[in-house]
């Protein structure tokens, strides 16, 4: 277990790191965009909300930049991000609570498809190295993942929405319903979700193809594949149990390198489908020059990564032995 | 002991072996020129790759019209005139796409080569410097690997809005270096205790002669493949910044083209092309250089060529 408690530290030092990010940030840009924020919030704000986001963006100039630093951690740790220009009186941390579940259900859904399918069809495609099947499979997924997600996303709307309607163009779910439990609810969000979560698998799905095909190639050369042939075993079981079973680890660690890929994708797809989730938040910020807003959601996506990557470690942990007794 | 991981280090370099070994060494374009000739793969992205290049080049040649003038109708359809119809400003698409393809292939370059050399600096530095050096560099990759890109990309250029190309290549380089130093610290740190270096630092060479002149040559191929990951890196992510408004919107780059259409709504007002086709434009850059760099790929590791079979049969 000493590899978890390990990237728990890391998992410690990456969260300490961005929070530094973000404090630096601000304070090394030329003063004026948060000066100028500062100017729109006179006489709009009370005292105490004023003194958070002075705070958070280092306009106090009377104050050391540790004692800043200790103010700012403070603020951060209790959740107080100060209040969103964009959405005025809210508070930051609700704006983006808000927005956290859509993004964490797109991501989650469509990151274990593509995970899954993609491995999957890495796996035949090495197996049938040479082949008709690996020949046209990977130079086209070697294409389609070089196609910007956004841009996939606009041409899918573009076809599925405007041409012909068949789905919805954008936003979570219909535009006069509230947001319940409710049967037709749950259908409008499925429906709603299809063309971002399409556009997403689509595009992600080559390097977890790619991954795999390279790991497989490597175990199908190894010596227990070729007595598990020489035993007569037959094909889809050599495959699946004995090469593709030992391949699949490797790629899962490479989810976490390929997750910030995703991620990155994720918002901006969000965007072009006006998705109420963390990346349309992000577009809205960035529009409006709302500072809090931008670096709330830069802490908070970072935290999610984190977490995601502390789970694939344990995971990995769990199935792949040589981890646990390594020292 | 020493001497037992010395030879294991050798075993796992082993590809950049064979250079050495053939008797009269050809040229190294050659080598490449034969090495792309007979990879589809290659060739292809080459090609395409060329193509925009040539483009790039000869713009003001190329481009029929003024890109930023207005010279026709606001959203004409493809016509003789105006090959790929016009904007709703009536500029001609295809004079922008011409003109858009100089700063997209810029930025890919120069901050494909920015973290190119972070990445180089970082990763070798780390491995040749070891110690606490290189836990502390290796703490600093893992770190910056983690972090997701495009959320800390949208903060720093919101912040320096305004800033345009070179502020888009400063934010691409210094998120995008630490893929390629952690796919290099292990690479050179192989190559530390090889005797060819022993005998670089017996003869009294400081330690940046020996890294830039011994131990860099032997990791080209290495780099190269680095520098074309980097250089698709930022051919996206130079497109995505730009299209959410964080470039310098009055450049002409096919990220600005997507940016001004989306905002004039172009797939909604009958003029699909003015955001087709500068996406086709940087769905096929990118194509081109992840072909190449597959093909890269295949080189560095001979296990995934599909040609052993050819050569088995001869």
């Known amino acids: 277990m000493t590899i978890i408690v390990r990237r728990l530290w890391f998992f410690l030092i990456t969260v300490w790191a961005a929070l530094t990010l973000n404090f630096i940030l601000p304070r090394m840009m030329p003063g004026s965009p948060t000066a100028a924020l500062m100017a729109r919030y006179k006489g709009r704000l009370n005292p105490a909300a004023i003194n958070a986001l002075q705070a958070a963006f280092g306009l106090r100039t009377h104050e050391s930049l540790p004692q800043q630093y200790v103010d700012y951690l403070n603020n951060t740790i209790h959740g107080n991000f100060g209040l969103s220009v964009t959405f005025f009186p809210s508070k930051v941390s609700t704006v983006v609570l808000q927005a956290l579940p859509w993004t964490l259900f797109l991501a989650g859904t469509t990151t274990i498809i593509a995970f899954v399918l993609g491995t999957f069809i890495g796996m035949v495609v090495a197996w049938r190295r040479g082949g008709v099947v690996d020949g046209v499979l990977t130079p086209g997924f070697v294409v389609l993942s070089t196609i910007p997600y956004f841009w996939l996303g606009l041409i899918c709307i573009y076809v599925f929405s405007i041409s012909h309607s068949w789905l919805p163009m954008g936003f979570g779910y219909d535009e006069n319903s509230n947001i319940s439990l409710s049967w037709s609810f749950i259908q409008q969000v499925a429906v709603h979700a299809l063309l971002p979560a399409l556009t997403i698998i689509i595009t992600a799905i080559g390097g977890w193809i790619l991954t795999m095909r390279n790991n497989m190639i490597g175990t199908l050369s190894e010596d227990y594949v070729r007595m598990a042939?020489?035993?007569?075993?037959?094909?889809?079981?050599?495959?699946?149990?004995?090469?593709?079973?030992?391949?699949?680890?490797?790629?899962?660690?490479?989810?976490?390198?390929?997750?910030?890929?995703?991620?990155?994708?994720?918002?901006?797809?969000?965007?072009?489908?006006?998705?109420?989730?963390?990346?349309?938040?992000?577009?809205?910020?960035?529009?409006?020059?709302?500072?809090?807003?931008?670096?709330?959601?830069?802490?908070?996506?970072?935290?999610?990564?984190?977490v995601a990557i502390l789970l694939a470690d344990v995971v990995n942990a769990v199935l792949d032995p040589r981890t646990r007794s390594r020292e | 002991m020493y001497q037992h991981i010395a030879v294991d280090d050798e075993a796992r370099v082993a590809p950049v072996l064979p250079q050495s070994k053939l008797p009269a060494r050809p040229g190294m374009l050659a080598r490449v020129g034969s090495v792309i000739l007979s990879n589809r793969k290659a060739l292809v992205g080459v090609i395409i790759l060329a193509a925009i290049v040539v483009t790039a080049v000869f713009a003001p040649v190329l481009a029929p019209y003024d890109p930023n003038a207005t010279v026709g109708p606001p959203g004409a359809p493809p016509s003789h005139a105006f090959w790929l119809g016009t904007t709703s400003q009536g500029q001609?698409?295809?004079?922008?796409?011409?003109?858009?393809?100089?700063?997209?292939?810029?930025?890919?370059?120069?901050?494909?080569?920015?973290?190119?050399?972070?990445?180089?600096?970082?990763?070798?530095?780390?491995?040749?410097?070891?110690?606490?050096?290189?836990?502390?560099?290796?703490?600093?990759?893992?770190?910056?690997?983690?972090?997701?890109?495009?959320?800390?990309?949208?903060?720093?250029?919101?912040?320096?809005?305004?800033?345009?190309?070179?502020?888009?290549?400063?934010?691409?380089?210094?998120?995008?270096?630490?893929?390629?130093?952690?796919?290099?610290?292990?690479?050179?740190?192989?190559?530390?205790?090889?005797?060819?270096?022993?005998?670089?630092?017996?003869?009294?060479?400081?330690?940046?002669?020996?890294?830039?002149?011994?131990?860099?040559?032997?990791?080209?191929?290495?780099?190269?493949?680095?520098?074309?990951?980097?250089?698709?890196?930022?051919?996206?992510?130079?497109?995505?910044?730009?299209?959410?408004?964080?470039?310098?919107?009055?450049?002409?780059?096919?990220?600005?083209?997507?940016?001004?259409?989306?905002?004039?709504?172009?797939?909604?007002?009958?003029?699909?092309?003015?955001?087709?086709?500068?996406?086709?434009c940087i769905a096929l850059l990118g194509a081109s250089v992840a072909f190449i760099n597959y093909a890269v790929d295949e080189l560095a590791n001979p296990s995934l060529r599909g040609a052993r079979r050819k050569r088995a049969k001869k």
């Open chain 1, 229 to 306: 042939r020489a035993k007569g075993l037959a094909p889809l079981r050599i495959m699946v149990l004995y090469a593709g079973r030992n391949a699949i680890l490797p790629n899962l660690t490479g989810f976490a390198m390929a997750l910030g890929f995703v991620v990155s994708g994720l918002l901006l797809t969000e965007m072009v489908f006006t998705y109420p989730g963390i990346g349309y938040l992000f577009l809205q910020a960035v529009d409006n020059e709302d500072y809090p807003l931008m670096q709330a959601l830069f802490l908070f996506v970072t935290l999610t990564v984190l």
């Open chain 2, 92 to 280: 001609d698409i295809l004079s922008q796409l011409i003109w858009g393809s100089r700063e997209t292939l810029i930025i890919g370059i120069v901050a494909g080569l920015a973290a190119t050399m972070l990445a180089v600096l970082i990763g070798v530095s780390a491995a040749y410097l070891g110690g606490v050096a290189d836990n502390l560099l290796s703490s600093v990759t893992d770190i910056f690997l983690v972090i997701p890109a495009l959320p800390l990309m949208i903060v720093i250029a919101a912040y320096a809005r305004g800033g345009g190309m070179w502020v888009l290549i400063g934010v691409i380089a210094i998120t995008g270096w630490s893929f390629g130093a952690r796919q290099l610290r292990p690479q050179a740190l192989s190559l530390r205790n090889r005797e060819f270096l022993e005998s670089a630092r017996v003869r009294g060479e400081n330690s940046a002669y020996v890294i830039v002149f011994e131990v860099l040559p032997n990791m080209v191929s290495l780099i190269v493949a680095i520098f074309l990951g980097a250089a698709l890196y930022a051919i996206l992510a130079a497109a995505g910044l730009q299209f959410i408004g964080l470039g310098n919107p009055s450049d002409l780059s096919w990220g600005t083209m997507l940016y001004w259409g989306e905002n004039n709504e172009a797939l909604m007002t009958g003029s699909p092309l003015w955001i087709v086709a500068p996406g086709t």
